[in-house]
T-cell receptor
Framework: DQQVKQNSPSLSVQEGRISILNCDYT??????FLWYKKYPAEGPTFLIS?????DKNEDGRFTVFLNKSAKHLSLHIVPSQPGDSAVYFC????????????FGDGTTLTVKP | DTAVSQTPKYLVTQMGNDKSIKCEQN?????MYWYKQDSKKFLKIMFS???????INETVPNRFSPKSPDKAHLNLHINSLELGDSAVYFC???????????FGPGTRLTVL
């Protein structure tokens, strides 16, 4: 039972444009969501998060949107840069069970110069 | 000054062998984790330790045994290795009750 899904395995975007990465979840108990970025041969690094009491969180070029009714979140990167090329993982957790994050299977983003 | 380190980075071994992967974090975090990333790229949690105490133990074969000598270390010992154990294993840590985790660089295990 895959509770967190990233249906697009890959995304290619031109430098300067917007990148939109999507994530869907099925468990309505999830109330905290995170995005991680992973370069080859490295571990994932935390990028941005959002609590279910919000519908938007912004940090520089990165914005995460949460639609609880649709059980959907998205990560927007504007403007996209070649250095953003990486695998992006969506993760979901229950705050009262902090530490147990369920990960999606990742979306590979390629930003072309 | 690596925050979460794992050794070895690569491990190639024969079926049936026993091997260990070590993890150390110098962030002062209370909680440490082991994840397995298989060929389908899913990151699945295996174990979580909070201050040397096991708090999460997902459905993992008994051949996998985590050991935490202190809160800065969480080692993973695997007995009787099987072909299906081939994967990248990531160690991670986080402060108590905080969801964001800090990952190590991963250990690529190949079982021949």
């Amino acid at each position: 039972d895959q509770q967190v899904k990233q249906n697009s395995p890959s995304l290619s975007v031109q430098e300067g444009r917007i990148s939109i990465l999507n994530c869907d979840y099925t468990n309505s108990m999830f109330d905290y969501f995170l995005w991680y970025k992973k370069y080859p041969a490295e571990g994932p690094t935390f990028l941005i998060s959002i609590s279910s009491i919000k519908d938007k969180n912004e940090d520089g070029r990165f914005t995460v949107f949460l639609n609880k009714s649709a059980k959907h979140l998205s990560l927007h990167i504007v403007p996209s840069q070649p250095g953003d090329s990486a695998v992006y993982f969506c993760a979901a957790s229950v705050v009262t069970n902090a530490g147990k994050s369920t990960f999606g299977d990742g979306t590979t983003l390629t930003v072309k110069p | 000054d690596t925050a979460v380190s794992q050794t070895p980075k690569y491990l190639v071994t024969q079926m049936g062998n026993d091997k260990s992967i070590k993890c150390e974090q110098n962030l002062g975090h209370d909680t440490m984790y082991w994840y397995k990333q298989d060929s389908k790229k899913f990151l699945k949690i295996m174990f979580s330790y909070n201050n040397k105490e096991l708090i999460i133990n997902e459905t993992v074969p008994n051949r996998f045994s985590p050991k935490s000598p202190d809160k800065a270390h969480l080692n993973l010992h695997i007995n009787s290795l099987e072909l299906g154990d081939s994967a990248v294993y990531f160690c991670a840590s986080s402060p108590l009750s905080i969801n964001e985790q800090f990952f190590g660089p991963g250990t690529r295990l190949t079982v021949l």
